[in-house]
């Protein structure tokens, strides 16, 4: 004989389920572009939860397109290779060695990782780099910077017939040069080019904090351009977060709705950021 246990925890689950319908009917057939800092991708059971939020998104018909970084694997790659590097406002200053070993780790370890993962939920993860049918094309940033590259021209078409077939796009941030250079992107500068080449409805940027923070620490929850541009002349916002909000800022003028930094190691930070009311980190808007 079987009985019906009612318990609280699915009714919660239940309510979340209906509440989320509103949410689910403003992103249907959105684009949303998702960058993956590498900071962000630690633990194998957070790469399943990412994987598994993603998978959602396209089960409901969502457009997702993952850009991903992966800047402590080049570290710990060129530390084992006695290659030294720096970083110039967050860019890595990248010679034809580092190039190499740049290229290496993100289109081979960390873009593959992101596909297996999500092709393990049930997606359809296909695997690209800038090169890939010239998806993003660059040119070089600033020669004291070496193989830097600033996007020039995205193949948005491309995407978008992957969309057709429900595929989901990994981006490595590598671009392709016009004299056939391989350029390192920045994976923010990265995903703010893809994001308004598609004219995404939003892009989202997780990190490894809950969001901008302020002179006194306290995570900002939105911020307009103004905000940004004093913050940054402060030395407020710094390091790997000037790109970031660099990109935020490019990406909300380029036409996309709204760009947000988010902790991506709080479970399900994508879901909560798109479906629900309790979106965390920081919201930048033009
Ligand atoms: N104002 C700020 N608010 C939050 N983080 C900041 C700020 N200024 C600098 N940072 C730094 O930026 C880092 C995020 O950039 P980065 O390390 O490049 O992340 P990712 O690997 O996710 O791209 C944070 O861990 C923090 O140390
Ligand atoms: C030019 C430049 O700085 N490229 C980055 C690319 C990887 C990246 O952006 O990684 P995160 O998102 O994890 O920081 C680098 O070489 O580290």
């Not at 190499?100 to 780099?129: D, F, P």
């Not at 380029?254 to 930094?261: L, S, Y």
Request: proline share 3%; charged share 20%.
């Amino acid at each position: 004989m079987k009985t019906r246990d009612m318990n609280r925890d699915w009714i919660a689950t239940a309510e979340t389920l209906s509440s989320a319908l509103p949410y689910l009917q403003r992103y249907d057939d959105a684009i949303v572009v998702i960058k993956l800092g590498g900071h962000a991708m630690g633990s194998d059971e957070g790469m399943e939860s990412f994987a598994r939020d993603v998978v959602l998104l396209r089960q409901v018909g969502v457009n997702p397109v993952i850009v991903h970084g992966g800047g402590p694997m080049i570290n710990s790659l060129l530390d084992k290779l006695q290659i030294k590097s720096e970083f110039v406002n967050g860019k890595r200053v990248t010679d034809a060695a580092t190039m190499e070993v740049v290229e290496m780790v993100l289109s081979g370890m960390v873009n593959k990782r992101i596909v297996q993962a999500i092709n393990a939920q049930g997606g359809k993860g296909i695997g690209l780099s800038g090169k890939d049918a010239n998806l993003i094309t660059c040119e070089m940033t600033d020669p004291a910077l070496g193989f830097v590259g600033t996007p020039s021209e995205v193949n948005a078409d491309m995407l978008k017939n992957l969309f057709e077939k429900e595929f989901i796009p990994v981006i490595a941030p590598i671009g392709a040069g016009r004299a056939g250079e391989t350029f390192n992107i920045n994976g923010d500068t990265a995903a703010g080019a893809v994001a308004a080449a598609l004219k995404a409805d939003r892009l989202l940027l997780l990190t490894d904090v809950a969001g901008v923070k302020n002179a006194e620490g306290v995570v900002v929850t939105e911020l307009k351009a103004a905000d940004v541009e004093a913050m940054t002349a402060a030395g407020v916002i710094a390091g790997g977060m000037i790109p970031k909000t660099e990109t935020a800022l490019t990406a909300v003028r380029g036409g996309v709705r709204a760009c947000t930094i988010v902790d991506g190691r709080v479970p399900n930070a994508v879901l909560l950021e798109l479906f629900t009311d309790h979106g965390a980190g920081s919201m930048i808007r033009s």
